[in-house]
């Protein structure tokens, strides 16, 4: 795979002797090879949301029988011609290639090492008869490329060079070098790490806009929100080669993703509209289920039925009455009252006081 894609690039390079734009011709191939993946990735996933409701009730009805439940998603599965790996494959299968891609392009920005220079240098010394000490620069090297093909124009360009101009800038340099060494010349470099945030930022618009009303998880959200600042952060510790394979990739995709939004989610027909509307109604069911209980477990009554309060105020009346009206049949001693600091029974013959 490696030798396949720096095969690839020493082709680009071979037709324009541009080592910026080869890396970005390189970069296009190998994104137009995996879009269809991105795109048959994307309506798997759709398709899942969709019958998403279906999916929770099969789940809900064999909740206590594992082997019932997944025997019963895999014939929904079926009978709908639904993948439930669709949706990741396609991701799995791209990741590899990103990798390949990326090491190769780092891969053209390796110096020769100073060891090996210096001791064909200290050997050429010693049968000359020099004794004279000379310290070699990172700058002074010229590239030992990895991956690319020997008979290669690239491969004959890069070993007889230390520098891989383009657009005013050293591609195998980082932002950080140059920073330290002229910050007016480190402008461009910081120029491309400004556009790699500012696409990753728009990529995120777009996928956030169309997901309006989705129910995110807090761990995703925090992850989706630091994570275009992350390879900004990434750019300025790398080559300037890798920058723009980020930058080109980032374009890219903000249009792929508008292609996806208009294919995908325009139209009220659409899947993606479909996938809102099914997701939607999930909410709403379990907003309704949901809805009656408030804080503390309570649970709110119906329309016409008696709030707590009522009740309990009823049920002690009732009791009241009860204790009154049912004194005889219940058996109980009926209560003394005092009169005049003495104790009376109900009923007993009042005394009446003598008059001295």
């Not at 004959?156 to 520098?163: A, G, K, R, S, V």
């Not at 394979?245 to 509209?273: H, K, M, P």
């Not at 996938?275 to 649970?299: I, L």
Request: hydrophobic content about 40%; charged content about 20%; overall charge positive.
């Amino acid at each position: 795979m490696f030798d396949l894609i720096a095969q690839v690039l020493a082709f680009f390079y071979s037709l324009v002797p541009s080592y910026g734009v080869a890396i970005v011709l390189l970069t296009l191939a190998v994104m137009i090879v995996v879009t269809p993946l991105t795109l048959k990735s994307t309506r798997s996933m759709l398709q899942m949301q969709r019958l998403q409701p279906e999916l929770k009730a099969i789940q809900t009805r064999y909740k206590d029988d594992r082997q019932k439940m997944n025997e019963e998603l895999m014939a929904f599965y079926q009978e709908n011609g639904i993948n439930p790996l669709g949706g990741c494959l396609p991701l799995l299968v791209q990741l590899p290639v990103f990798l390949v891609l990326f090491r190769v392009v780092q891969g053209i920005t390796r110096h020769a090492t100073d060891v090996g220079l210096a001791g064909g240098w200290a050997a050429g010394s010693a049968s000359s008869g020099r004794t004279d000490v000379v310290q070699l620069n990172d700058d002074d090297l010229v590239f030992d490329p990895e991956n690319l093909p020997v008979e290669s124009d690239m491969y004959q360009d890069l070993i007889e060079t230390n520098e891989m101009n383009f657009l005013g800038m050293d591609l195998s340099k980082t932002a950080l070098d140059v920073v330290g060494e002229n910050f007016l010349g480190a402008l461009p470099y910081l120029a491309l790490i400004v556009v790699v945030l500012v696409s990753s930022l728009v990529q995120q618009r777009q996928i956030r806009g169309r997901n309006t009303g989705a129910q995110i998880n807090p761990q995703q959200e925090m992850i989706m929100r630091i994570l275009p600042w992350m390879l900004p952060v990434f750019s300025f510790t790398m080559p300037a080669a890798l920058v723009v394979y980020f930058v080109i990739s980032n374009l890219y995709r903000i249009g792929q993703q508008g292609y996806i939004t208009r294919s995908l989610y325009s139209g009220e027909d659409s899947l993606g509209a479909q996938a809102r509307r099914s997701r939607e109604e999930a909410q709403a069911k379990e907003n309704a289920g949901g809805g009656r209980k408030q804080a503390g477990g309570r649970t709110t009554p119906k329309k016409g039925e008696p709030t707590p309060k009522r009740a309990d105020a009823r049920s002690a009346t009732k009791q009241k009455s009860s204790r009154g009206s049912g004194a005889g049949r219940t058996g109980k001693a009926p209560t003394r009252q005092r009169s005049g600091g003495r104790t009376t029974e109900p009923g007993a013959p009042q005394h009446k006081k003598r008059k001295r």
